[in-house]
């Protein structure tokens, strides 16, 4: 069983900026991948990036060239850097974690966009 723990939700002007991180319990250097997600009210859940074994990274359209994705594999946290902030990125974000078979999420963390 793994815990993934995020932080660094807030409120933030458009254009700003925040760091999301996520913790785990686990060693997220076995991972197969580790990927951020999120969910604004009324919407579905969506992929925002994630970052697999290997090192390669992926992202969603609406976040490229603004987000960030990174890991420390000492510190079994994984990171999102989130860059020229627009109203639209305003959602719930969740930490998710693929050991295997297993999939696991964190609780998440709001981040809130304001004009």
């Known amino acids: 069983q793994v815990q993934l723990v995020e932080s660094g939700g807030g409120l933030v002007q458009a254009g700003g900026s925040l760091r999301l991180s996520c913790a785990a319990s686990?060693?997220?250097?076995?991972?197969?991948?580790m990927g951020w997600y999120r969910q604004a009210p009324g919407k579905q859940r969506e992929l925002v990036a994630a970052?697999?074994?290997?090192?390669?990274?992926d992202y969603a359209d609406a976040v490229k060239g603004r987000f960030t994705i990174s890991r420390d594999n000492a510190k079994n946290t994984v990171y999102l850097q989130m860059n020229s902030l627009k109203r639209e990125d305003t959602a719930v974000y969740y930490c998710?974690?693929?050991?295997?078979?297993?999939?696991?999420w964190g609780q998440g963390t709001q981040v809130t966009v304001s004009s």
């Open positions: 998710n974690g693929v050991w295997d078979y297993y999939n696991y």
């Open positions: 970052i697999i074994r290997g090192g390669s990274t």
């Open positions: 686990g060693s997220i250097f076995t991972s197969n991948v």
